[in-house]
């Protein structure tokens, strides 16, 4: 048997595209001495509508995982797949993610869910061997990456004073974010993810006055982003990009229904501002004809919704091919702000990744129990501990359940 230091050496000389080869070389020595004892699900409140997941071994190592569900959604589902996971060896994670997503019957797999599953897994195979999970993942690339905040407390977009009070208190927050999203939803008086009828022009003027006073009250240094919820239809979708175009913005996020359609290539066509799409999408399959026709200029999964680690990086690979660039969507716990610091660490074409963290509520960085995630100028160190590198503070945690939900069930 070879020796740690020499599967070490072989795991480490294998070629970036041949990342789960990589991980297979970390992973053999452990083979079969770990089997996963108990799987639970858990929601807590300011996550938007996602659950942790917690998977846990015989040999005491706990791994850690979001899933784009409720956790009482996440828990029927866990139920009817459990049978596929306890009394295994969570080392095959290709071989589970298969067998997972290829369920048909008695219903259809249940990606968000098997998302959280497979991030801890992930999680797991970085505890036992020792290594951090972009390191699993075929990376580092990089050591930290980009992130991009939200307007939240911006009250309004059509007063300057206002638009230069967010600015000016953005420019003093510790993380140094430079680049920002900006929901159109109070613009227009839609709520957000609720479908628009057509935009009158009054509703257009006030989308291009609000864009216009950010850009002047911005400058040059800080991006400001265009940030829908696929409430538009495309003649609309058209309009808003013309009204905020001359204003640069950094990307226009989800203005058009959520599935792929010839919309989105009308609107690509029509405008020079680079379109980003994809949170709500699953695996290669919703990313492939975006990618095909290049209806999109970046690709927008999000780990706890298209996949986890897993499935996540085929669709980078993929997204590799036709050179488009993956940014991420992240709103969730500090379980998924880690995950995506990993994913973004370990692959080539990464853009950057949206970031709940530096709210006043500092709600996901006081879900540490060790050392707090590390932000500085707009990038998120990647943690160096094997696995996540998420240490749970389960006191925080249970004052955050959402009503009626059991702790680890």
Known sequence: M???????????????????????????????????????????????????????????????????????????????????????????????????????????AHIPTISGIDIALWDIAGRITGQPVNVLLGGPFRDAIRMYSHGIGLKTMQDMGECRAFIDRVRTMPEGFTAFKIGIDPVIGVPAGRYAVTLDSDQLRRVARGFRNLR??????????VHCHNELDTTSAIQVAKAVEPMNPLFYEDPLHVPFSEA??????????????????????????????????IIHPDLAFAGGFTGTRKIAD????????????????????????????????????????????????????????????????????????????????????????????
Request: charge should be positive; proline fraction near 7%; hydrophobic fraction near 40%.
């Open 216 to 225: 002047e009250a911005a400058g040059e240094a800080i991006d400001i982003a």
């Open 318 to 409: 993929y997204a590799q091919l036709m050179r488009t660039p993956v940014a991420l969507h992240n709103v969730g716990s500090l379980v998924l702000c880690y995950a995506s610091a990993h994913f973004g660490s370990a692959i080539h074409n990464f853009y950057r990744s949206e970031s709940a963290l530096g709210r006043a509520t500092r709600h996901v960085e006081q879900m540490s129990a060790s050392r707090p995630p590390e932000v500085k100028n707009g990038h998120l160190k990647v943690p160096e501990s094997p696995g996540l590198g998420f240490e749970p503070n389960d006191e925080y945690l249970r004052s955050q359940l959402m009503p009626g939900e059991p702790f680890w069930a």
């Open 2 to 108: 070879l020796k740690r230091r020499q599967f070490l050496q072989r795991a480490l000389a294998l070629p970036a595209g041949a990342w789960l080869a990589r991980y297979h070389a970390f992973a053999q020595p452990h083979r079969g001495k770990v089997k996963i004892k108990a799987i639970h699900a858990m929601q807590i409140r300011n996550i938007a509508g996602n659950c942790l997941i917690k998977i846990e071994t015989d040999a005491g190592i706990t791994g850690y995982g979001e899933a784009g569900s409720s956790g009482p959604m996440a828990r029927a589902r866990i139920d009817l797949m459990k049978q596929h996971l306890v009394g295994q060896d969570p080392l095959p994670i290709e071989r589970h993610f298969h067998n997972l997503i290829t369920l048909m019957h008695p219903y259809m």
């Open 264 to 297: 989105w290539l009308a609107l690509r066509r029509s405008t020079r501002i680079p379109i980003l799409t994809g949170e709500k999408l699953e695996l290669v399959r919703g990313f492939k004809p975006f990618l095909d026709s290049q209806a999109c200029d």
